[in-house]
């Protein structure tokens, strides 16, 4: 048996090897940290039991990633969103309880060994099945650019209402196992008592979260930030799990009331790292549920109960999102999003075996049955958009119309900018193009933005610059230039392959927040790439120059010498212990002094010779002897006590390092 430590790092040691396994098949991570959890648990090889470390690990993970959900909500966007949350999360979950009860009922009448399903037994099933995956969906919707469309708000709007209904089921479930008559008052007590609880978060956390963070960034350590950031994030899910709730929902509040900070995406940067890390062991530990014996026993049964409450959860949601004001597409895409079963379902189920409601067998048929539903899942949304199109005529028109819209306006467009996302960015560069008398054409996957801003003037329309349609609806054929304002690499690589492919020519400028990933989308198409970090050192030092003096012409100058070099000079900093309150730098580039000391085999070499660059990545940005600065050049001598200056990634500068000093 593994000790604590020795199971994490099996698990750690898995993980990579099924990560890279399915990578190389082009296949989602999320289905390799489920297949290494079915293989090497205990209803596979045996390697790793199901025990109370794994589901520790397991536990942080979804801290982590309701923490991160957290950081894209705000009180005024929940409060937006509470039609959604109270109203159609509500009804999904009444819903599908009645209507799981009605299932196992039925399923008990054709199959008489299954007559011990007693109605307490069906509502606990029901709550159990009733939940979807917070952390398999979120996580889909985060890679797929779908969090802020009208079916991502409607998704996670049902997810937060079932975490929020976990809390009354465990309450009721074994009341209802004791047949109590003292169901309302027990309910009543834990209701309350959690409002009081989320009230006091709410409420004290709002006040306190953005002071307390200046006192900690005025310290100007990144280990005391990151120390906070834990702190925060597992003390709300403590408080929680305290008043009975759950640590999935006090980590969403915390997330949520940092996002009301303008610290909110240093802390997203900061916490990217433990949430992915968690979240995968968390998708291994349910893989390792999942005993292959006896879905092959039980083939036709774990069939049934994957395809029925699967289909049921779908028509029923998205029955009730159309009955809530969705269009059909949708509603079907609510209904794709949720249809599965959910993590905290397991919970429900294991607490109905422990009341002895439901026979252990069909708990593991169940248990199957829920588990391969979560493994269809990242396939299911991958074909959404066909699945829609199939099943909603009335969709595929009006994807058609809204693309034939969009080319109508258009049409008689020439030389035009295409500007994908209209937020921010997006809307100033729209001003200044339409004050210069250049025309322009917005793509926004927001309904409400593109309708209040085409209610302003604006020349934007519904639809998704990733998608080839769109792009050539757009008026790519004729269009002068593309812009991507939005900051989101995996987005701008889909928009330059499909620029590459119709239109490799058209220049295109993208945005991004520093210059981690310049390389990657220079190589892809890019025309320009503007790092947001650098430009706004640019414009610093620009300020800065022109106070002290310096003529303007020569200021922009530099800063235009700047540009035309790719920001070389710019890019990697020197690292300290505390970088300063100035935000998270994602880049991998650094800079770092070396010291030619007595002895060393560049001594007496020419740069050319030593050729750092092409021997091991780094480059030389900077010679300095005494107080001299050198002339780069291939011939440049180096001697002893001159200082170099390397940049690149680490590994590169220990390399140029070694060959510098001890070749």
Known sequence: MFSGLELTLFLLAAAVLGVVAF????????????VVGIVIGPHGLGFAEDNETTHALAEFGVVFLMFSIGLEFSLSKLS?????VFGLGMAQVATTIAATMVFGWSVAYFLPQLTTISWQAAFALGGALTMSSTAIVSKLLTERLELETEHGRRILGVLLFQDLALVPLLIVVPALASNSGNIMVTLGWAVGKALVVLALLLFFGHKLMRGWFRIVVKRRSQELFMLNLLLITLGAAWITEKAGLSLALGAFIAGMLISETEFKHQVEEDIKSFRDVLLGLFFITIGMLLNVRVVLDHWFLVLLLLCGPVLLKFGLIAALAKLFGSGSGVALRTGLGLAQAGEFGFVLLNQAGGLRLIDPLLIQVIL??????????????????????????????LQSLALTQLATRTMAVQKHVIIAGFGRSGQSLARLLEEEGIAYHALETDPELVQDARSGGANVSYGDAGRRESLVAAGIHRAAALVVSYASTPSALK?????????????????????????KLLAAGATEVVPESLEGSLMLASHALVMLGVPLRRVVHRVQEARDE??????GYFHGLADGDDGHDGANVRLQSVTLIEGASAIGRTLGEMDLEAQCGAGVTMVRRGKQRLTLAHDTILMGGDI???????????RAERRLLNQ
């Open 23 to 34: 990578r190389m098949m082009h296949l989602p991570p999320m289905l390799g940290y489920l």
């Open 80 to 84: 937006a969103m509470r039609h959604i």
């Open 368 to 397: 199957a049955a829920m588990v391969l539903s979560m493994l269809a899942t990242p396939f299911i949304l991958a074909k959404s958009d066909a699945i829609v199109m199939k099943l909603s005529a009335n969709e595929w028109m």
């Open 495 to 519: 928009v330059l392959h499909h620029v590459s492919e119709l239109e490799p020519e058209l220049p295109v400028i993208v945005r991004s927040y520093d210059d981690a990933d310049l390389d």
């Open 566 to 571: 790719r920001y070389a000079s710019l890019r």
């Open 644 to 654: 170099l200056v390397l940049r690149g990634a680490s590994e590169e500068i220990a």
